[in-house]
Nanobody, 125 residues
Framework: QVQLVESGGGLVQAGGSLRLSCAAS????????TGWFRQAPGKEREFVAA????????YYANSVKGRFTISTDNAKNTVSLQMNSLKPEDTAVYYC??????????????????WGQGTQVTVSS
């Protein structure tokens, strides 16, 4: 089992920045990739960004490309999401996810085995 704990959410004005962190514990050696997803009120959970655990490959949703950066620190078993130029439409609960699989798209939530509890990000206009 892998446990994930997010931190770093909060309230920020449009154009501002936030950095989310996700600390992994447990069987971290089994992780092959991690990702961030978000869910706004009344909407389905959507993909934001993902990274191969080694850090060699990253993926981004078109809506955040150029503004968000995902990174890993394998020594600390953490994955971070740096969010710049935030917009009101970025408001959502952000979830960290980890997968132990080596197959399937990193953009699909069903391919992730472990999830954090979520952290709220609110961007005011």
């Amino acid at each position: 089992q892998v446990q994930l704990v997010e931190s770093g959410g909060g309230l920020v004005q449009a154009g501002g920045s936030l950095r989310l962190s996700c600390a992994a514990s447990g069987r971290t050696f089994s992780i092959t990739r991690t990702g961030w997803f978000r869910q706004a009120p009344g909407k389905e959970r959507e993909f934001v960004a993902a990274i191969v655990w080694s850090g060699s490959t990253t993926y981004y949703a078109n809506s955040v490309k150029g503004r968000f950066t995902i990174s890993t620190d394998n020594a600390k078993n953490t994955v971070s999401l740096q969010m710049n130029s935030l917009k009101p439409e970025d408001t959502a609960v952000y979830y960290c996810a980890a997968s132990g699989r080596s197959y399937g798209s990193s953009l699909i939530s069903d391919n992730y085995d472990y999830w954090g509890q979520g952290t709220q990000v609110t961007v005011s206009s």
